[in-house]
């Protein structure tokens, strides 16, 4: 993309209501646009980041063997009737009457929708195990939506739903989403933990939720400190391999890790104090069993193989998906802008031509894009008349990985120079080795 062609409504002021980093940096880089409290328009360069972190979720998910589906934003207030939940959520729920007077709702989750159509359809065993996700806007009208997209009121979300005969087979399929879960968050290059906690409305006896820390953090955690080093890394993980995954999750959640709501001050103590931590963290992520609490009051059942009809065995597991660039940007900044981990920048990387209208400078700079382009990478050429200094301020905040700055005195030596922005440290090379440099970063994400 060429920055003169596109639509990048940088703001040079902070903007006075945005409390936190992440926020700030967000309006600051005209990624997003405020319509109503809690409620976003996702400008190009924010939509693009949301775009790359659902496909990430995406891949996980279908790595994991779980199926994408899409169900609808608005729903029939009769479903959750049927589960008891149409009187019990509050006035979280946004609620609307449709032009014949029916109760509808905007969805603040999908349990009794997903259940609905597993009734309507799955009938055997025989068709077990199954896990359908989708990755769809929901509303809830919270009483303080703040953070800009951290707690908004209209949010994107990937929720998930197991459906299995045995009890065991459902915590095989926990235990599958903790797993997936911890690799999406690594891809985005984020240190999220698996940390016990409270089930709250959805219901349920087996919940985890995923923690990426940082100061701005709305929940109270604590933890043994060794946690943050566990990695899963590359490694292959079959998927269906119960004593694979189990153990692989054992490994996570072995350490001490858990939010206010689990806290124990006597199991907190045992750890040796060096690495005895307090502090706050985003939830980016939950998974639940709960067994058959949905399928239970909706007849969502299916016949076993001796010929038994009994309730289907539950969970559902959900992913932050637009909460997920706050944390993102909390967890990786400084105080020039944003540092987009590989796995999400909108751009792969910049390039800033220092003398706009130099005929060499211009040529080097078309060469360049071109050859990226042509590695099926995605650059963003800074082409504007602008001074280098704004041309350096705009590539800091917008926070792409990496830049190629391209100037007279350079060339004349046949050489152009690669910045890291997140060690700020330079390196001059021929564009070739440079364009080189960049696929070869890129090839492994
Ligand atoms: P919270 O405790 O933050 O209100 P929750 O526990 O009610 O969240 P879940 O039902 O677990 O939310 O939803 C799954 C995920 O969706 C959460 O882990 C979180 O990342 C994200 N999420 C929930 N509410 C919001 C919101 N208002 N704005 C943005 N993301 C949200
Ligand atoms: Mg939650």
């Known amino acids: 993309m060429r920055l003169s ?6 703001l040079k002021e902070n903007p006075a209501e945005a409390q936190i980093v992440s926020h700030r940096y967000m309006l600051r880089a005209g990624m997003i646009k405020q319509q109503a409290a809690g409620i976003y328009s996702w400008l190009p360069m924010g939509f693009k980041v949301l775009k790359r972190i659902e496909q990430i979720v995406h ?56 259940t609905d159509i597993f009734r309507s359809h799955v009938n055997s065993y025989k068709d ?19 953070f800009g997209v951290m707690r908004g009121r209209e949010f994107l979300m990937k929720d998930g739903y197991n459906f299995d005969l045995t009890k065991e087979d459902a915590l095989h399929a926990y235990n599958r989403h903790m797993v997936s879960y911890l690799r999406t968050y690594e891809r985005m290059g984020l240190t999220a933990i698996p940390m016990r906690a409270a089930s709250g409305p959805i219901g349920g006896d087996n919940t985890h939720e995923f923690l990426v820390l940082a100061s701005t953090g709305e929940s109270e955690v604590f933890y043994d400190d060794r946690v943050t080093a566990l ?7 079959d998927f269906d391999n119960r004593a694979e995954v ?77 909460r997920l660039l706050g944390a993102i940007i909390e967890a990786s900044h400084d105080d020039k802008g944003i540092i987009w981990p590989e796995g999400v920048t909108p751009f792969h990387c910049g390039i800033v031509n220092l003398k706009q209208g130099d005929n060499a400078t211009d040529a080097a700079c078309e060469g360049l894009y071109k050859a990226l382009k042509a590695k099926g990478l995605d650059p963003l050429y800074d082409d504007r008349d602008e001074r280098a200094g704004a041309k350096f301020a705009t590539m800091d905040l917008i926070g792409l990985p990496w830049r190629i700055t391209v100037g007279p005195r350079g060339l004349a030596n046949g050489v152009v120079e690669l910045t890291s922005r997140r060690t700020g440290e330079s390196e001059e090379m021929g564009a070739e080795a440079a364009v080189d440099r960049i696929a070869q970063i890129y090839a492994g994400i």
């Open 5 to 10: 062609r596109y639509f990048l409504p940088v």
């Open 59 to 114: 891949e996980e998910q279908i790595r994991a063997g779980h199926i994408p589906l899409l169900m609808p934003t608005l729903q029939p207030a009769d479903l959750w009737r049927e589960s008891g939940r149409y009187d019990d959520y509050g006035a979280e729920m946004l609620r609307i009457k449709d032009r014949h007077e029916r109760d509808m709702l905007y969805g603040p989750t999908n349990e009794e929708m997903i």
């Open 128 to 146: 077990l195990p199954l896990t359908l996700y989708h990755i769809q806007w929901k509303f809830r009208d919270e009483v303080r939506p703040r």
């Open 231 to 237: 990695k899963l890394g590359d490694r292959e993980v």
């Open 246 to 322: 189990l153990g692989i999750c054992e490994e996570f959640t072995s350490l001490y890790a858990r939010t206010d709501e689990t806290h124990d001050e006597a199991a907190f103590n045992q750890i040796p104090e060096a690495h005895r931590k307090v502090g706050r963290g985003i939830e980016v992520g939950q998974i639940f069993y709960f067994g058959t609490k949905y399928s239970e009051p909706m007849g969502a059942t299916v016949v076993t193989a001796e010929g038994n009809r009994v309730p289907v065995e539950m969970g559902s597991h959900g992913i932050g998906v637009s």
